[in-house]
């Protein structure tokens, strides 16, 4: 008797009838895409930013292409937003990496990275140039 209850109860968890995850993103489904970032649009300092905000959700896939202007060269920081996210992969010239976490992305005149990653903290984090903070050269992602 204890036998087929404990293969009953066995057969409804493989079945998904109990004990099942109620999990508010589905990882198995494309990455939501966000607007492009990008570090130097204005044409006559070549600092600025193409947005300054994002609003994202926990446990969902999102993609972001970050590029640089062409005027300047820029390192890309985000160690809070990369140290509450999971990573997916980062692709750069259709070459995608599979990195477990990421903090500086060094990008040259007119370069261009695409990041797929998954917020798991609450909270607000900050992508910024370094060193460039003070221009302006931030961006805010809110993650709910």
């Given amino acids: 008797m204890r036998t087929a209850l404990f293969f009953t109860a066995a057969a409804m968890l493989m ?7 109620n999990a508010a993103g589905d990882l198995t489904v494309r990455a939501t895409e ?3 970032l990008v570090f130097g649009t204005d044409e006559n300092t070549g600092f600025g930013m193409s947005e300054t905000e994002y609003d994202v959700e926990t446990g969902k896939p999102y993609r972001l292409e ?12 985000m160690p809070e937003l990369m140290n509450a996210s ?6 750069v010239d259709e070459i995608e990496l599979k990195v477990g976490n990421l903090y500086e992305i060094g990008l040259e005149e007119g370069g261009e990275i695409e990041l797929t990653f ?4 609450p909270g607000s984090y900050k992508i910024y140039a370094r060193d460039m ?3 302006g050269m931030v961006a805010t992602v809110n993650v709910k």
Wanted: aromatic letters at 8%; a negative charge; zero cysteines.
């Fill in 34 to 36: 966000l607007e492009e």
């Fill in 86 to 91: 999971y990573v997916v992969g980062l692709e």
């Fill in 133 to 135: 903070e003070n221009r």
């Fill in 15 to 21: 079945a998904g009838t109990i004990g099942s995850a």
């Fill in 66 to 77: 970050i590029a640089a202007g062409g005027f300047h060269e820029f390192a890309i920081m």
């Fill in 118 to 121: 998954v917020p798991i903290r």
